[in-house]
């Protein structure tokens, strides 16, 4: 299975720490938070990702090289303006292949386990498959219901999309042949048509996951890993 990452936004939220760093470069428990997932993605045998960039994509690009650094092949996938995370994945569908490919955004931490996700078999029947995880403070309404496996918008208790999911390439092509998008578009708007015919699957994580989309958030996790750590030393001695 291939494995694309996005990594292409801008990160206003984090201004200023963003304005000259890459929000894929910042520092998480002393490495860049897209090295983490490259790094858990390569330790269970996904090896080939792709990456979209844009925002001081150099930076980002320069770091990481072709991945063999880190056990992994990269293909990058630039784009001179980012193409929010539907416009993004359509750019990079003739990297992905026909076979469905493991997405993660890269602005996300989580302690899920992607083998749990290499492991689950697409159906026939299903276009795509969304880790659900419980509402943060930020999004206390939540995004999607789950009906036993099934992803809708049913007016039940919701669930928060973490931002890691398995996609159908053909999920992509057709809402394109479908709605003549422009370039520019989100995810949810491939994921709506899709969800309403009842084809995407689900799960629920129940783990740590945090978006990393603002400064507080971006601190809160690193005092909390940071805790962990000095936690986990102390337990060795």
């Known amino acids: 299975m291939k494995a694309m990452i996005l990594a292409a936004g801008y990160g206003k939220r984090l201004q200023p720490l963003t304005n000259k760093t890459p929000k894929p470069l910042l520092s998480v428990a002393g490495k860049p938070l897209l090295q983490h997932h490259i790094e858990r993605l390569s330790a269970i045998g996904i090896t080939d990702i792709v990456i979209n960039t844009s925002w001081l994509a150099e930076q980002i690009e320069t770091f990481f090289g072709d991945g063999s650094d880190f056990g992994v092949s990269i293909t990058w996938s630039r784009e001179p303006q980012p193409l929010e995370t539907g ?141 962990q750590c000095i936690s986990d030393k102390s337990q060795e001695r």
């Open 87 to 227: 416009g993004g994945i359509n750019k990079a569908l003739p990297y992905l292949g026909d076979q469905p490919f493991l997405l993660v955004n890269g602005d996300v931490w989580t302690d899920f386990c992607f083998l749990s996700a290499l492991n689950y078999q697409l159906h026939a029947d299903r276009s795509a498959w969304l880790l659900l995880v419980e509402n943060p403070d930020h999004n206390l309404d939540g995004d999607f219901a789950l009906t036993e496996d099934l992803v809708s918008y049913q007016p039940q208790k919701k669930f928060t999309f973490s931002g890691i999911s398995i996609m159908r390439p053909q999920l992509i092509r057709d809402y394109i042949k479908n709605n003549s998008a422009q370039p520019c578009f989100p995810l949810r708007d491939i994921l709506r048509p899709a969800i309403e015919q009842q084809t995407v699957a689900g799960a629920l994580h129940s783990g740590q996951w945090c978006d990393v989309g603002t400064i507080e958030r971006f601190r809160e996790l690193n005092q909390l890993l940071d805790s």
